[in-house]
């Protein structure tokens, strides 16, 4: 088993394309996925390892392995820092999804809360229109429930007004127990006050 058949300068040159500078890196990177590409390096790693067991085993059947055990050595070094540079990007590439979760669960549950209000705006809405109507219901039911008998005419008012016009309390010398004394007294009775609509505004029907 010799060591030409092992690393043949194919592969030796796609080891150092791999392994090379930054931009031969970024280049693969932007044709294959970074799994794929990861993938691709541990495979190569692999077959380095390999190839520098069956180097060090020709060199020690007194052979001259090509390429030589160093040489391989260096490559594996290289690809194994092309290697550790993928892993960190799938490091933050991993960090990145964590965050990406993180964002959308945050969406989910500020949807959620919006929602909730939005149900409770709606809920009230709903609640005002309800009482809305049923105030409207009521005030058209009081309004339908007007006596006609109560208003009062001008006759009455100007009645009522002559009769308050000259006075504003019993005269002085007004005497109510004195059998002279006019059957209606020149001020309006308490009677006459309590059964006005002024007063029946604030008096419950269940005391008249």
Do not use: C, W
């Amino acid at each position: 088993m010799s060591g030409s058949s092992i690393a043949s300068p194919a592969m030796n040159s796609s080891i150092q394309a791999q392994g090379g500078a930054g931009g031969s890196t970024s280049t693969g990177a932007s044709q294959h996925s970074l799994r794929q590409l990861v993938q691709a390096q541990i495979l190569e790693y692999s077959r380095l390892t390999q190839s520098l067991f069956m180097a060090l085993e020709a060199q020690a059947e007194g052979k001259s392995p090509q390429p030589a055990p160093p040489e391989i050595m260096r490559s594996i070094v290289q690809l194994d820092s092309t290697l550790m540079g993928a892993v960190e990007k799938i490091e933050i590439h991993q960090k990145q999804q964590q965050r990406i979760k993180q964002v959308r669960d945050e969406i989910e549950n500020r949807n959620k809360a919006i929602m909730t209000v939005v149900q409770s705006l709606r809920s009230a809405k709903l609640s005002l229109e309800s009482r809305l109507e049923h105030l409207d219901e009521r005030q058209s039911s009081l309004a339908g429930d007007t006596n006609p008998n109560n208003e009062l005419s001008v006759e009455d008012i100007v009645s009522y007004a002559n009769r308050l016009g000259a006075y504003t309390s019993a005269p002085p010398n007004f005497n109510p127990q004195d059998p002279n004394q006019p059957f209606e007294p020149p001020y309006p009775r308490e009677v006459n006050m309590r059964a006005g609509i002024l007063n029946q505004q604030h008096v419950p029907a269940a005391a008249l």
